[in-house]
Protein backbone atom coordinates (compact mmCIF):
# COMPACT_ATOMS: atom_id res chain seq x y z
CA UNK A 1 0.00 0.00 0.00
CA UNK A 2 1.33 3.31 -1.27
CA UNK A 3 1.99 6.16 1.74
CA UNK A 4 -0.56 9.42 1.13
CA UNK A 5 0.38 12.32 1.23
CA UNK A 6 -0.47 14.06 4.20
CA UNK A 7 0.90 17.79 3.63
CA UNK A 8 -0.04 20.08 0.33
CA UNK A 9 1.63 23.20 0.28
CA UNK A 10 0.46 26.13 -1.35
CA UNK A 11 2.72 28.85 -2.99
CA UNK A 12 1.41 32.08 -4.97
CA UNK A 13 2.11 31.68 -8.91
CA UNK A 14 2.96 35.02 -9.39
CA UNK A 15 6.46 34.31 -7.01
CA UNK A 16 8.89 32.15 -8.70
CA UNK A 17 11.11 32.55 -5.51
CA UNK A 18 8.42 31.47 -3.23
CA UNK A 19 7.50 28.37 -5.65
CA UNK A 20 11.23 27.16 -5.87
CA UNK A 21 11.42 27.59 -1.77
CA UNK A 22 8.06 25.71 -1.34
CA UNK A 23 9.95 22.07 -3.71
CA UNK A 24 12.47 22.51 -1.27
CA UNK A 25 10.56 22.61 2.16
CA UNK A 26 9.71 18.85 2.47
CA UNK A 27 5.73 18.96 1.49
CA UNK A 28 4.50 16.14 -0.17
CA UNK A 29 2.71 18.11 -3.23
CA UNK A 30 2.70 21.68 -3.84
CA UNK A 31 -0.17 23.58 -5.39
CA UNK A 32 1.06 26.47 -7.45
CA UNK A 33 -2.15 29.08 -6.89
CA UNK A 34 -3.00 31.19 -9.91
CA UNK A 35 -6.51 32.08 -7.99
CA UNK A 36 -6.96 34.11 -5.15
CA UNK A 37 -3.18 34.30 -4.33
CA UNK A 38 -2.51 36.20 -7.28
CA UNK A 39 -3.68 39.48 -7.69
CA UNK A 40 -5.29 40.97 -11.54
CA UNK A 41 -3.10 42.53 -12.99
CA UNK A 42 -0.50 38.99 -12.25
CA UNK A 43 -2.63 36.77 -13.78
CA UNK A 44 -0.68 36.90 -17.08
CA UNK A 45 2.64 36.45 -15.63
CA UNK A 46 1.78 34.11 -13.13
CA UNK A 47 0.93 31.62 -15.79
CA UNK A 48 3.56 31.82 -17.73
CA UNK A 49 5.94 31.79 -14.89
CA UNK A 50 3.62 28.57 -14.14
CA UNK A 51 4.48 26.98 -17.45
CA UNK A 52 8.15 27.75 -17.71
CA UNK A 53 8.41 25.80 -14.59
CA UNK A 54 6.27 22.52 -14.99
CA UNK A 55 8.02 22.54 -18.25
CA UNK A 56 10.16 19.99 -16.89
CA UNK A 57 9.50 17.34 -14.20
CA UNK A 58 10.01 18.63 -10.51
CA UNK A 59 11.44 16.88 -7.30
CA UNK A 60 7.97 16.99 -5.84
CA UNK A 61 4.66 16.40 -7.80
CA UNK A 62 3.12 19.99 -8.12
CA UNK A 63 -0.73 20.90 -8.88
CA UNK A 64 -2.00 23.88 -9.74
CA UNK A 65 -4.59 25.92 -8.89
CA UNK A 66 -6.58 27.52 -11.77
CA UNK A 67 -8.60 30.15 -11.49
CA UNK A 68 -12.85 29.58 -11.59
CA UNK A 69 -14.15 27.63 -14.33
CA UNK A 70 -17.02 29.84 -14.71
CA UNK A 71 -14.60 32.87 -15.50
CA UNK A 72 -12.91 33.53 -18.29
CA UNK A 73 -9.02 32.51 -16.69
CA UNK A 74 -9.45 29.30 -16.93
CA UNK A 75 -9.42 28.48 -20.46
CA UNK A 76 -5.82 30.13 -20.79
CA UNK A 77 -4.71 28.37 -17.61
CA UNK A 78 -5.36 24.73 -19.24
CA UNK A 79 -4.20 25.61 -22.40
CA UNK A 80 -0.82 26.74 -21.09
CA UNK A 81 -0.72 23.64 -18.69
CA UNK A 82 -2.37 20.72 -19.93
CA UNK A 83 0.39 18.06 -21.09
CA UNK A 84 3.16 19.96 -19.21
CA UNK A 85 5.85 17.21 -17.90
CA UNK A 86 5.74 18.47 -14.50
CA UNK A 87 2.26 19.29 -13.95
CA UNK A 88 1.19 16.53 -11.87
CA UNK A 89 -2.73 17.61 -10.83
CA UNK A 90 -4.90 20.43 -11.29
CA UNK A 91 -7.02 21.67 -9.04
CA UNK A 92 -10.22 23.37 -10.04
CA UNK A 93 -11.82 25.87 -7.50
CA UNK A 94 -15.36 26.89 -6.80
CA UNK A 95 -16.73 23.72 -8.16
CA UNK A 96 -20.68 23.51 -8.31
CA UNK A 97 -22.14 21.00 -10.67
CA UNK A 98 -20.19 17.25 -12.47
CA UNK A 99 -20.23 18.81 -15.78
CA UNK A 100 -18.07 21.55 -15.03
CA UNK A 101 -15.50 18.79 -14.19
CA UNK A 102 -15.98 16.48 -17.57
CA UNK A 103 -14.97 19.28 -19.37
CA UNK A 104 -12.33 20.05 -18.00
CA UNK A 105 -10.93 16.52 -17.92
CA UNK A 106 -11.82 16.81 -21.67
CA UNK A 107 -9.79 19.72 -22.12
CA UNK A 108 -6.81 18.24 -20.03
CA UNK A 109 -6.74 14.50 -20.31
CA UNK A 110 -4.14 12.60 -18.53
CA UNK A 111 -4.09 14.62 -15.82
CA UNK A 112 -5.96 13.79 -12.15
CA UNK A 113 -8.20 16.74 -11.27
CA UNK A 114 -9.45 17.47 -7.67
CA UNK A 115 -12.41 19.22 -7.12
CA UNK A 116 -12.87 22.37 -4.64
CA UNK A 117 -16.44 22.76 -3.24
CA UNK A 118 -16.84 26.31 -2.05
CA UNK A 119 -20.23 27.20 -1.72
CA UNK A 120 -23.42 25.39 -0.31
CA UNK A 121 -24.11 24.24 -3.82
CA UNK A 122 -21.22 22.26 -4.10
CA UNK A 123 -21.44 20.48 -1.09
CA UNK A 124 -24.66 19.73 -2.10
CA UNK A 125 -23.64 18.24 -5.04
CA UNK A 126 -20.37 16.57 -3.35
CA UNK A 127 -21.51 13.01 -4.37
CA UNK A 128 -21.95 13.67 -8.02
CA UNK A 129 -19.02 16.07 -8.45
CA UNK A 130 -16.20 13.54 -6.97
CA UNK A 131 -17.70 10.83 -9.38
CA UNK A 132 -18.05 13.01 -12.13
CA UNK A 133 -14.99 11.78 -14.08
CA UNK A 134 -12.61 9.02 -13.75
CA UNK A 135 -9.89 11.88 -13.77
CA UNK A 136 -11.34 13.08 -10.51
CA UNK A 137 -9.04 12.00 -8.00
CA UNK A 138 -9.90 13.67 -4.79
CA UNK A 139 -12.19 16.58 -3.60
CA UNK A 140 -11.93 19.07 -0.90
CA UNK A 141 -13.48 22.30 0.66
CA UNK A 142 -12.60 25.99 0.32
CA UNK A 143 -13.78 27.11 3.63
CA UNK A 144 -13.03 30.46 3.47
CA UNK A 145 -15.42 30.82 0.42
CA UNK A 146 -17.87 28.69 2.28
CA UNK A 147 -17.53 30.28 5.46
CA UNK A 148 -18.63 33.56 3.71
CA UNK A 149 -21.24 31.35 1.99
CA UNK A 150 -23.17 29.77 4.51
CA UNK A 151 -22.36 32.97 6.95
CA UNK A 152 -21.21 30.82 9.96
CA UNK A 153 -18.58 31.91 11.91
CA UNK A 154 -17.92 29.07 14.53
CA UNK A 155 -15.42 26.63 13.56
CA UNK A 156 -18.21 23.77 13.77
CA UNK A 157 -20.21 25.46 11.77
CA UNK A 158 -18.56 23.69 8.90
CA UNK A 159 -18.72 20.53 10.56
CA UNK A 160 -21.95 18.94 8.34
CA UNK A 161 -20.12 20.20 5.22
CA UNK A 162 -16.81 18.23 6.26
CA UNK A 163 -18.79 15.15 6.98
CA UNK A 164 -20.78 15.30 4.13
CA UNK A 165 -17.39 15.40 1.85
CA UNK A 166 -15.73 12.77 4.18
CA UNK A 167 -19.25 10.23 2.94
CA UNK A 168 -19.21 11.72 -0.61
CA UNK A 169 -15.22 11.00 -1.05
CA UNK A 170 -15.72 7.44 0.42
CA UNK A 171 -18.88 6.76 -1.73
CA UNK A 172 -17.16 7.53 -4.96
CA UNK A 173 -14.10 5.30 -4.18
CA UNK A 174 -11.57 8.18 -3.46
CA UNK A 175 -9.10 8.78 -1.27
CA UNK A 176 -10.03 10.35 2.33
CA UNK A 177 -9.92 14.24 1.26
CA UNK A 178 -7.58 16.75 2.69
CA UNK A 179 -8.20 19.42 5.46
CA UNK A 180 -8.62 22.60 4.38
CA UNK A 181 -6.10 25.76 5.32
CA UNK A 182 -5.26 26.99 8.61
CA UNK A 183 -4.85 30.77 7.88
CA UNK A 184 -3.08 32.01 10.88
CA UNK A 185 0.40 30.73 10.47
CA UNK A 186 1.20 31.87 14.05
CA UNK A 187 -1.41 29.66 15.79
CA UNK A 188 0.40 26.38 15.68
CA UNK A 189 -1.62 25.05 18.44
CA UNK A 190 -4.54 25.79 17.42
CA UNK A 191 -3.43 24.05 13.88
CA UNK A 192 -2.67 20.81 15.77
CA UNK A 193 -6.29 20.73 17.51
CA UNK A 194 -7.88 21.66 14.00
CA UNK A 195 -5.71 18.87 12.52
CA UNK A 196 -6.75 16.30 15.53
CA UNK A 197 -10.58 17.10 14.75
CA UNK A 198 -9.97 16.67 11.36
CA UNK A 199 -8.83 13.50 11.79
CA UNK A 200 -11.53 12.12 13.81
CA UNK A 201 -13.98 13.50 10.95
CA UNK A 202 -12.36 11.13 8.77
CA UNK A 203 -9.80 13.68 6.94
CA UNK A 204 -6.27 12.50 6.08
CA UNK A 205 -3.83 15.43 5.65
CA UNK A 206 -3.76 18.95 5.06
CA UNK A 207 -3.03 21.62 2.70
CA UNK A 208 -0.55 24.62 3.98
CA UNK A 209 0.51 28.11 3.60
CA UNK A 210 3.47 28.07 5.56
CA UNK A 211 6.18 25.96 6.07
CA UNK A 212 5.91 25.99 9.19
CA UNK A 213 3.07 24.15 9.58
CA UNK A 214 4.38 20.62 7.77
CA UNK A 215 5.51 19.64 10.75
CA UNK A 216 2.31 20.03 12.64
CA UNK A 217 0.26 18.75 9.96
CA UNK A 218 2.60 15.39 9.65
CA UNK A 219 2.52 15.07 13.45
CA UNK A 220 -1.24 15.19 13.72
CA UNK A 221 -1.91 12.65 11.11
CA UNK A 222 1.13 10.23 11.47
CA UNK A 223 -0.08 7.03 13.88
CA UNK A 224 1.10 7.39 17.44
CA UNK A 225 3.16 4.30 18.93
CA UNK A 226 -0.01 3.25 20.50
CA UNK A 227 -2.02 3.10 17.57
CA UNK A 228 1.02 1.45 15.27
CA UNK A 229 1.01 -1.30 18.52
CA UNK A 230 -2.26 -1.74 18.18
CA UNK A 231 -2.47 -2.22 14.13
CA UNK A 232 0.35 -4.87 14.45
CA UNK A 233 -1.88 -6.80 16.79
CA UNK A 234 -4.55 -7.00 14.58
CA UNK A 235 -2.38 -8.27 11.38
CA UNK A 236 -0.61 -10.83 13.76
CA UNK A 237 -4.33 -11.74 15.04
CA UNK A 238 -5.62 -11.97 11.55
CA UNK A 239 -2.44 -13.98 9.79
CA UNK A 240 -2.78 -16.69 12.76
CA UNK A 241 -6.66 -17.36 12.37
CA UNK A 242 -8.41 -16.15 9.63
CA UNK A 243 -11.92 -14.74 10.12
CA UNK A 244 -13.45 -12.87 12.88
CA UNK A 245 -12.38 -13.01 16.73
CA UNK A 246 -11.88 -11.22 19.96
CA UNK A 247 -8.17 -10.03 20.77
CA UNK A 248 -7.50 -10.55 24.69
CA UNK A 249 -7.63 -6.98 25.88
CA UNK A 250 -11.74 -7.08 24.39
CA UNK A 251 -11.21 -5.27 20.73
CA UNK A 252 -12.93 -7.19 18.00
CA UNK A 253 -11.53 -7.97 14.75
CA UNK A 254 -12.83 -8.69 11.60
CA UNK A 255 -12.10 -7.92 7.76
CA UNK A 256 -12.56 -3.86 8.39
CA UNK A 257 -10.64 -4.03 11.30
CA UNK A 258 -7.81 -5.48 9.29
CA UNK A 259 -8.09 -2.87 6.70
CA UNK A 260 -7.89 -0.06 9.26
CA UNK A 261 -4.48 -1.67 10.40
CA UNK A 262 -3.16 -2.09 7.26
CA UNK A 263 -3.96 1.67 6.55
CA UNK A 264 -2.55 2.76 9.45
CA UNK A 265 1.00 0.60 9.55
CA UNK A 266 0.69 2.60 5.78
CA UNK A 267 1.23 5.53 7.05
CA UNK A 268 4.32 4.19 9.53
CA UNK A 269 5.87 3.40 6.17
CA UNK A 270 6.36 7.07 4.61
CA UNK A 271 9.83 8.02 3.45
Not at 11 to 31: C, M, N, Q, T, Y
Not at 142 to 160: K, N, Y
Request: glycine share 10%.
Amino acid sequence: MTPPPLTWLYAPGDRPGVVAGALLAGADVVIVDLEDAVAPDRKEYARAATAELLGAPQPVPVHVRINALDGPLAAADLAALAGLPGLSGLRLPKVTAPEQVARVAATAPGHPLYALLESALGVERAYPIAGAHPAVAGVALGEADLRADLGVSGDAGLDFARSRLVVAARAAGLAPPCQSVHPDIRDLEGLAASCAHGRALGFLGRAAVHPRQLPVIERAYLPGAAELDAAEAVLKAAAQEPGAQALPDGRFVDAAVVAAARRTLSLARRP
